[in-house]
T-cell receptor
């Protein structure tokens, strides 16, 4: 699986959009980009995933560059409950690789009032 | 149940003792994974079960660690002769492994402390 690079931390004001970058320059054509988050003392929570096209759900939006070497997770209106470590992961969709997510250090996001 | 259930939520054990950690995946999920997370660290993959296939044990750190999944559902992670470096949160996740676009659902974890 391709490795990802994320900033170690970032702050965001409550109510503002949080834009979390992720670099995955060695991503292969059939690898997906996944985002998870982990709120303190809880298990990781799935947020969103995508292959090429931008994706949006009730939690966030995922913007993937045309060359697929980087992506941005957007939390449109950050709340205090969004304070968490956010993990960007790239992985194949095949069942043999699905379970071996390589979680890096992630980005610690702190949302402030 | 509604989500992935792990038990116990906390376990304190003496060095050298064996421990068993249990995971009840979401009903119908064919894939099950174990991870561990040491204090302040990212998640470390341990083992992966998919249906009736042989499990992928490539992440197990030593032969003191083993896991089984009975009847394609409940899984037990066993750590023999525990060491202090085994102290961590052990997380279990499950997913519809053969479904396109699926995602993994994690349990709340078992916090293991070896004293």
């Amino acid at each position: 699986d391709a490795k990802t690079t994320q900033p170690p931390s970032m702050d965001c004001a409550e109510g503002r959009a949080a834009n979390l970058p992720c670099n995955h320059s060695t991503i292969s054509g059939n690898e997906y980009v996944y985002w998870y988050r982990q709120i303190h003392s809880q298990g990781p929570q799935y947020i969103i995933h995508g292959l090429k096209n931008n994706e949006t759900n009730e939690m966030a939006s995922l913007i993937i560059t045309e060359d697929r070497k980087s992506s941005t997770l957007i939390l449109p209106h950050a709340t205090l409950r969004d304070t968490a470590v956010y993990y960007c992961i790239v992985s194949l969709m095949t069942t043999d690789s699905w379970g071996k997510f390589q979680f890096g250090a992630g980005t610690q996001v702190v949302v402030t009032p | 149940g509604a989500g992935v259930s792990q038990s116990p939520s906390n376990k304190v054990t003496e060095k050298g003792k064996d421990v068993e950690l249990r995971c009840d995946p979401i009903s119908g999920h064919t894939a099950l994974y174990w991870y561990r997370q040491s204090l302040g660290q990212g998640l470390e993959f341990l083992i992966y079960f998919q249906g009736n296939s042989a499990p992928d044990k490539s992440g197990l750190p030593s032969d003191r660690f083993s896991a089984e999944r009975t009847g394609g559902s409940v899984s037990t992670l066993t750590i023999q002769r525990t060491q202090q470096e085994d102290s961590a949160v052990y997380l279990c996740a499950s997913s519809l492994g053969n479904r396109f676009g699926t995602e993994a659902f994690f349990g709340q974890g078992t916090r293991l402390t070896v004293v």
